[in-house]
């Protein structure tokens, strides 16, 4: 459980006791279902990380979508709906060489113009001589990006580096060094779901 689902059930449950309290107890019903979906939205489960030379998928969520430009990364779109896990994870592990905040707009995420739109903060990992990108996009719902890391930091593969709160979208961006294994229109789960595996050397 992320401790931000705490805090806003709380809120919500003192709220629906003030209501209660207040007026009638039928009116307090609303603010204590949404407390019981901000502990259901903010749920952490366990996941098992593959092993190998992988890369996991950074959230859960449906493959909206992968591009492959020539002489350009590949790119692979992950819509999050509000019942998704959105604890976002590390797609390989390496060091943060970059973090870049962008303002923009909050277009509905699963729109392919949200990866270039929509506000977003973009995350570069050196890892092993390949460079992986993965971007968290807010949405039309989501106005609150949560990254937890800086760059320097070193992180593992599928480790929690943060969070966007209610409906989103991630993009992950890979190089010609890797082979893409998911498809479009996979149900994925973020740091157990392999995207792509490393080709041999």
């Not at 366990?46 to 350009?72: F, L, M, N, Q």
């Not at 480790?159 to 996979?186: M, Q």
Request: aromatic residues 10%.
């Amino acid at each position: 459980m992320v401790i931000d689902g705490i805090y806003y059930a709380l809120g919500l449950a003192a709220g629906g006791a003030a209501v209660w309290y207040l007026t009638r107890p039928g009116f307090a019903v609303p603010l204590f279902l949404l407390a019981l979906f901000c502990l259901y939205f903010f749920r952490d489960p366990e996941r098992t990380i593959p092993e190998g030379p992988v890369a996991v998928s950074p959230a859960d969520g449906k493959v909206v979508g992968i591009r492959t430009d020539p002489g350009a990364p590949a790119r692979i779109s992950i819509f999050l709906n509000v019942f998704d896990v959105h604890v976002n994870r590390a797609p390989v592990g390496g060091r943060i060489a970059k973090v870049d905040y962008t303002k923009g707009k909050f277009l509905v995420a699963s729109r392919e113009i949200a990866s270039s739109e929509n506000e977003r903060n973009e995350v570069t990992i050196q890892s092993e001589g390949s460079c992986v990108v993965f971007s968290q996009i807010a949405g039309l719902i989501a106005r609150r990006i949560v990254f937890w890391k800086k760059p320097g930091d070193m992180v593992a593969k599928g480790e929690r580096v943060g969070l966007i709160k209610f409906g989103s979208r991630v993009d992950v961006f890979l190089g010609p060094e890797w082979d893409i294994t998911v498809k479009a229109g996979e149900r994925v789960a973020g740091g157990s779901s392999v995207l792509a595996r490393r080709k041999e050397a």
